[in-house]
């Protein structure tokens, strides 16, 4: 058994170097006043203590169920699977959480994917649509509080979540969205107007929102390493620095070739690696398309944070290319936003994230930035998660298609594939029957495609800015 410590959050950030190998087209920059820091560490690792490093795969092993990505997906697989007694491995390629579950925004928001509970009755039967509400829901978010509490984990977890309207407009989308939860089963929001906004949120940028009570926030790189110390105290394994480049499927059982040796699935092998999957799954349609989003965390702010967000709640908006923000301690203030065919550089998304914040709060007269990272995730064409499972004798799980948004539906997926491992429920069936388009060369021309629905959208919203459409 591999003996690791809880993650632990830090009472301020250590500036240090980041433990986690640099990806081509991610990148971190912290303000040289700061420190001068060759690859320094996101906001998420800086606010951490300092963690376990798993060694790198020495050897052939064997066991019943490979996991190959160490992100939540993965850990969530991982642990979930430990937790019924199957002798599982986990493998990745870099290290936990290095990747979008540790870079992006920590808010908890319901629906899978961009599919929310209007879209969910648009395309399926009443019935289908408050089974997968429930799933994305309130089985999501209880699914994180339950792990918290039965492991002991501090993450920083908040509830309360509010999606603000920049238009009076979206306000009747959003109490259409609000109405469509209510008739499949779930009544946690509420509409405010433009008076009881700065309530919540102390801007003129808007003109209402939505109020929503199940939602929230948490530390995504703490719950990521919450949910391998839980895996690893049930007996399983964790090799990081450890990539697979090829699978083969024999008689008795999936081989999973990695750079440094072959560890053998008796029984199924889970893809928790986005894109990735593509190579390791030849015949498998390309549904996604890849899109890089900026966030930022300021340095302590000049007045207190209850002045702008005072009822401490998680924020998005409904532009096109959203906001979010929320507060961290210390009095910071993470805000994130902008979605990218290409992958800007630090000064650019410094500029345009520091202009967004100025335009939201003009009562911050001095904002200066600690921390601004990038952050790759893959949209799908109907904004649903694309799940799907291939084989029979030795199933292959894979997942991708978060469109941004599913920290704890991404969990939730990961109790999904370990319960339909064993039979015991068909909630993930439920998942792969969900309809997929294949964006052919969508991947090589998202530089393209991504400005080019961009000023579609803007020439539409010049003639219709009431409508309230969700990247």
């Not at 190998?21 to 303000?31: A, I, V, Y």
């Not at 990747?99 to 992006?104: D, E």
């Not at 984990?153 to 979206?170: F, M, P, Q, S, Y």
């Not at 029984?267 to 398309?289: D, G, P, Q, Y």
């Amino acid at each position: 058994m591999q003996k690791i410590d809880k993650p632990l959050i830090l009472e301020d950030v250590e500036y240090k170097r980041s433990i986690h190998n640099q990806l081509d087209k991610e990148w971190t920059w912290l303000n040289p006043e700061c420190a001068d820091i060759d690859q320094p560490a996101n906001y998420y690792e800086s606010s951490l203590a300092e963690w376990h490093s798993f060694d790198t795969l020495a050897s052939d092993q064997e066991c019943d169920v490979v996991v190959i990505g160490g992100g939540l997906l993965g850990s969530s697989t991982a642990l979930h699977l430990s937790e019924l007694g199957i002798d599982t491995i986990l493998v990745e390629k870099n290290r936990i959480g290095s990747a979008a579950s540790g870079r992006n925004g920590g808010q908890l928001t319901p629906g899978l994917a961009r599919w929310e509970a209007s879209e969910m009755l648009q395309h399926m039967n009443v019935e289908d649509a408050k089974k997968l509400w429930r799933f994305t829901a309130d089985e999501a978010m209880q699914l994180i509080d339950d792990i918290i509490d039965q492991y002991d984990l501090g993450l920083d977890r908040k509830r309360g979540h509010i999606t603000t309207a920049v238009h009076e407009g979206h306000l009747i989308a959003l109490t259409q969205g609000a109405d469509a939860r209510k008739f499949l089963g779930e009544d946690h929001t509420k509409i405010i107007g433009k008076h009881e906004v700065h309530n919540y949120v102390n801007s003129e940028a808007y003109y209402g929102g939505l109020i929503d009570s199940l939602g929230g926030q948490i530390h995504p790189l703490a719950l990521t390493r919450g949910l391998i110390y839980g895996f690893s105290k049930n007996g399983g394994q964790v090799f990081e620095q450890t990539e697979v480049i090829e699978l083969k499927t024999q008689a008795d059982g999936v081989y999973v070739h990695t750079t440094h040796g072959v560890i053998k699935a008796r029984k199924s092998v889970v893809l928790a690696v986005h894109h990735a999957s593509f190579k390791l799954l030849e015949s498998h349609n390309h549904t996604t398309i890849p899109l890089f989003t900026y966030v930022c965390t300021t340095a302590p702010l000049e007045i207190d944070l209850k002045e702008i967000i005072p009822s401490g709640y998680a924020v998005y908006d409904t532009q096109f290319a959203l906001d979010f923000y929320r507060g961290v301690p210390k009095n910071r203030l993470l805000f994130g936003g902008e979605g990218t065919g290409r992958c800007w550089n630090p000064h650019r998304a410094y500029q345009y994230l520091k202009r967004r914040i100025q335009y939201v709060f003009p009562q911050l007269k001095s904002v200066e930035l600690d921390f601004v990272w990038s952050g790759e995730t893959d949209l799908t064409y109907n904004g649903a998660t694309d799940c799907r499972k291939f084989g029979e004798t030795y199933p292959i799980y894979a997942v991708h298609g978060w469109s941004g948004h599913g920290v704890a539906q991404t969990v939730r997926i990961g109790k999904a594939i370990a319960d339909d491992f064993i039979g015991i429920s068909h909630d993930y069936e439920m998942l792969t029957k969900i309809p997929h388009k294949d964006m052919l060369f969508g991947r090589e021309l998202a530089p393209l495609a991504i400005p080019l629905a961009k000023g579609a959208y803007e020439i539409n919203a010049f003639f219709n800015p009431a409508k309230l459409i969700s990247f």
